[in-house]
């Protein structure tokens, strides 16, 4: 009987880097999930409409949308450490960029500064998610990526705990009368000066720690040992790398899902706040909520990358997105605590949309196209940045009809589940090889 060989996902002589660049992933997870319930915070002590608010989201994943062809341009010329170095450099400047926007309280210095930082993302995810998948044999490479990115939403679930614990709770402006009303909105513009500044400084501070701590990280993959790009062969020209993705079905629809994936993502945690403040619930006790669907998310991350030894990895993301149209469904259909627990339980289906998505896209590529096409799988979390908008003029309504414009807001989310079930389907169905 011929034995088969057994391929490990991840081998010893890349343990310490693979390590390292895995830890990036928690690092950027920490950035994402801090800042969406930021778009309730500004809401209210920045008195906007949710809309207004929104351009938090638009600001951060516009970053990556700016700069991620920039960064592969970068990488392909130089390697992917110094990738990472730049990256991280960008990420600990617009971080700290935070205590000056504090300081002069103007809501689009924050969007500045969240828009630098997510330069340095946009740096380390195009980076970071080829060269793990780099790192060992092909025939394990979507696997080994969902490991890494497992450690994700460990960064996130942290993320979103400091902003549960030290941001929201710590809000003046966020404050309620017996009847569960803001004070804020009936105090004085004297009085509403004193808690803005306050309040500021409180959503300043993670943000200025967190430049710290990616400035100590910079230090530590500067002088780490790091493994080179599996060839040295020159690349050639980007424009022939552009057209031989755009002529490949299997990638283009993958940008696609992708963005419909993130999206749906960032609608799904962002509004959670707002869709649990429809039923009278605090921010602070809402974020709670967000804290359950990131452990779910990451238990199912960790349960889905293990099924993938049994179940092939198209037919499993068509089947998580199939689930998550059905649980949007709920969110949409069912008022009360019953239409909010649809939505916690969402996360568990999201879980392995984007490692699977980018995975399957990039497989069969040519190194010197992966990068590029990481780029453009990067570019498509421009996604976050468009429709949480759309999503925010829809709550600012009210009511439609007999249904709370919340819950019909998550029919965008629903429609993005949809795009990811057909892309999945059709992986299986059309690019089968």
Not at 182 to 190: H, K, P, Q, S, V
């Amino acid at each position: 009987m011929k034995k088969i060989e057994k391929v490990p996902v991840v081998s010893k002589e890349v343990l310490v880097p693979f390590i390292l660049i895995t830890s990036l992933f928690a690092l950027w997870g920490f950035a994402n999930d801090i800042t969406n319930p930021m778009v309730a915070a500004f809401g209210t002590v920045m008195e906007i409409s949710t809309a207004k608010a929104a351009l938090v989201q638009f600001a951060f994943y516009g970053g990556y949308a700016t700069m991620a062809i920039p960064a592969a341009l970068f990488v392909r010329k130089y390697s992917y450490k110094k990738g990472i170095i730049l990256g991280l450099s960008l990420y600990a400047f617009g971080a700290l960029l935070f205590f000056p926007a504090a300081k002069y309280e103007v809501f689009g210095f924050f969007l500045g500064s969240l828009y630098i930082l997510t330069f340095g993302l946009a740096f380390l995810e195009t980076t970071a998610n080829p060269y793990i998948l780099a790192m060992g044999d092909e025939r394990t490479s979507t696997q080994r990526l969902n490991l890494a990115q497992a450690f994700n939403p460990i960064g996130s679930l942290f993320g979103m705990f400091v902003a549960s614990k030290f941001i929201l709770t710590a809000l003046d402006s966020d404050k309620r009368n017996e009847m569960g009303e803001l004070i804020f909105t009936t105090l004085d513009e004297a009085q509403k000066a004193v808690i803005r500044t306050h309040d500021l400084a409180i959503i300043r501070n993670p943000y200025v720690i967190l430049g710290a701590v990616v400035i100590f990280m910079l230090v530590v993959i500067s002088l780490s040992k790091m493994p080179k790009q599996t060839s040295t062969t020159e690349h050639g020209p980007a424009k022939e790398s552009f057209k031989r993705l755009l002529s490949n079905g299997k990638y283009r629809e993958g940008v696609v899902a992708q963005l419909f994936y993130v999206a749906a993502q960032i609608m799904c945690w962002t509004f959670i706040i707002q869709y649990a403040d429809n039923l009278g619930i605090a921010k602070a006790t809402a974020q709670n909520y967000n804290i359950v669907a990131m452990v779910i998310f990451l238990s199912s991350r960790f349960v889905s990358t293990y099924l993938m030894r049994f179940v092939d990895s198209k037919k499993l993301l068509t089947i998580f997105a199939v689930c998550a149209i059905i649980t949007t469904s709920g969110v949409i259909l069912i008022e009360g605590m019953l239409g909010l627990y649809c939505l916690v339980v969402t996360s568990a289906f999201m879980s392995l949309m984007f490692p699977t998505i980018y995975g399957i896209a990039l497989k069969g590529l040519s190194e010197e196209d992966s990068t590029l096409g990481a780029a453009g799988l990067v570019m498509a979390i421009v996604g976050g940045a468009l429709m949480p908008i759309l999503q925010g003029t829809i709550i600012d309504k009210g009511n439609i009809g007999s249904f709370a414009a919340v819950n019909v807001s998550f029919v965008l989310p629903f429609l993005c589940f949809c795009v990811i079930a057909i892309y999945g389907y059709r992986t299986m169905k059309v690019y089968s090889k």
